[in-house]
């Protein structure tokens, strides 16, 4: 089982799926809250459903409404198991803090390559650690 | 205590050794950034005694999700309008003024050099932050409202002197010519930025000298298509450093600017709706509009929609400039801005997709929500909201 740490995250720990790419995120820009999927055709995720995934990404993006979002989105339980990106802004930390989910970023390497879609992860934000548990297949 | 808990948790994340008072908070707090859930935690909050729920510090909003006297030029549905009273009768029990305007550093109160600030837009943060050289994190709703019971924020990022240093040179080798133009070089710059941290030091083109709306537009675009709070531009904002003429640079010119307006190709001309929003409109923008819509006649297909903050408004239409806007077949909502007006909604009430605007914001953010953006010079916009058909 391997480790890759961050700088101390906030939220309670959590186990779940990933669902990866070195794409940016917000919120606004980037899903249909509605229907819980990728909803810009130019994100590597359109289409895909974030729901009870653990959403590993590069770096947020503009917009502030990600906090009042991601809260609404976990009152539906449609918003993700946790977020790991690689630079969180102050907007992702204080969506975390107000919605509950787990986020953890600053890790020691780059997190979107550290881990792939399907991949079986523990994330504890205490530590600021993400243990890799099961790995997807990868392509050859 | 929510509202210190919360602070807490953010300003240790950020490794924050404390908090610094704000004089100034700016909340967004639109219904559809809130959601049912948004909304309900606000009225809660509104019910809890006076003492508890009053803002501590002066505390403006962000634009709304609807203008409740041009709904229906609009077909925004009632459950919309319905959650946004609700909204907007819970901010004002907890104290705060209801600007509703995301160019509060142009209409409401222009922060000064130093001015420790929780401002909640990245636009507003971005200009805050650059041409002010006022201190401003972006301040999500919940965490604004939590600065806006406490008076102070954890003292991170942009509070710090080590936060607001530049790191990458851009050079800009010709004038941008238009406000578009502004936009598209701060979408290019912003787009190239790797994190929040980073803070871009312009050296603008053969000395030219910006003014407030193309700073506006540029630093919104930059902080949309980036994460990006704070630039600078030599001989232009106060904590620049100087240019270096022989210094390393990347460069940007009109055929980047052109590159990147023709990277937005709509998959039919028929034009469904014109936007100028994203940011709000100032003054001087609606006067411009006013101008190119004199003797025309929007296309009976095509909407246009401008919206700009109340106090704007108000003074436009005073100046004979709304009445202008409207005699062509343009609607001047107030308030608002268009994405935050459930714009998915609004797709489909009206049967919109193909979109035209001004604003290398909006079109960042509007693809999300099923629009076929492109973007232009406000010239050619009017000419394309004119004709029916998008021009290229």
């Known amino acids: ?140 | 205590r929510w509202a210190m808990e919360q602070q807490i948790a953010v300003g240790e994340f950020f490794d924050a050794e404390d908090f610094v008072e704000v004089s100034q908070v700016h909340i967004c707090a639109d219904s559809e950034a809130l959601g049912p859930s948004g909304v309900a935690f606000l009225e809660k909050l509104a019910g809890a005694p006076a003492e508890q729920r009053r803002v501590s510090v002066p505390t403006v909003t962000d634009p709304r999700g609807a203008d409740f006297a041009r709904v229906a030029s609009i077909k925004q549905p009632e459950a919309i309008v319905a959650l946004e009273r609700r909204a907007a009768d819970a901010l004002a029990t907890l104290g705060m003024i209801l600007t509703d305007t995301c160019i509060n550093y142009q209409s409401v109160l222009p922060p000064v050099r130093g001015e420790h600030l929780a401002f909640g837009d990245t636009g507003s943060v971005i200009y805050a932050n650059s041409v002010c050289g006022a201190r401003s994190n972006y301040e999500g709703g919940p965490a604004a409202l939590a600065a806006a019971l406490t008076g102070r924020v954890p003292r991170y990022g942009f509070h710090l002197d080590a936060c607001r240093r530049g790191h990458r040179r851009w050079r800009v080798t010709q004038p941008p010519r238009s406000l578009s133009d502004w936009g598209a070089l701060g979408a290019l710059v912003g787009r190239a930025q790797e994190s929040y941290w980073q803070v871009p030091v312009v050296e603008p083109a053969g000395g030219h000298k910006p003014t407030s709306d193309q700073l506006k537009h540029f630093g919104a675009a930059m902080a949309s298509w980036g994460s990006t709070a704070m630039y600078h531009v030599c001989s232009v904002t106060p904590e620049a450093p100087p240019a270096e003429p022989g210094a390393a640079a990347l460069e940007l010119g009109h055929r980047d600017i052109d590159a990147f307006y023709d990277s937005f190709a709509p998959s039919r001309e028929e034009l469904d709706v014109v936007v100028f929003a994203a940011p709000q409109l100032s003054l001087l923008e609606m006067q411009q509009l006013a101008r190119l819509l004199e003797g025309r006649r929007v296309h009976e297909a095509t909407a246009l929609l401008v919206a700009t903050s109340p106090e704007i408004r108000h003074a436009a239409a005073r100046a004979g400039l709304v009445a202008a806007i409207e005699r062509a077949g343009g609607v001047v909502l107030e308030g608002v801005c268009f994405y935050q007006m459930h714009a998915r909604v609004l797709a489909e009430a009206n049967g919109w997709r193909t979109l035209m605007t001004n604003s290398a914001k909006l079109v960042n953010i509007i693809a999300g929500y099923g629009y076929e953006p492109a973007l232009a010079p406000m010239e050619r916009c009017v000419e394309a909201a004119v004709s029916g058909r998008i021009v290229r």
Do not use: C
Not at chain 1, 39 to 54: C, E, I, M, N, T
């Open chain 1, 1 to 140: 089982m391997s480790e890759i740490r961050g700088h101390r995250g906030i939220g309670r720990p959590v186990r779940g799926i990933a669902l990866v790419a070195a794409d940016n995120f917000s919120a606004r820009y980037d899903l249909d809250r509605e229907r819980g999927v990728f909803s810009r055709p130019a994100h590597r995720l359109f289409g895909q459903s974030y729901v009870r995934k653990v959403l590993v990404l590069n770096a947020a993006k503009g917009g502030v409404a990600t906090s009042w979002m991601l809260a609404e989105m976990a009152a539906r339980d449609l918003a993700p198991l946790a977020l790991l990106l690689n630079y969180a802004n102050p907007i992702m930390a204080q969506a975390a803090a107000f919605s509950g989910i787990p986020l953890i970023d600053r890790f020691e390497r780059d997190i979107t390559q550290a881990i792939a879609t399907g991949d079986e992860v523990e994330v504890d934000p205490a530590e600021g650690l993400v243990r890799l548990r099961s790995k997807a297949p990868r392509s050859p």
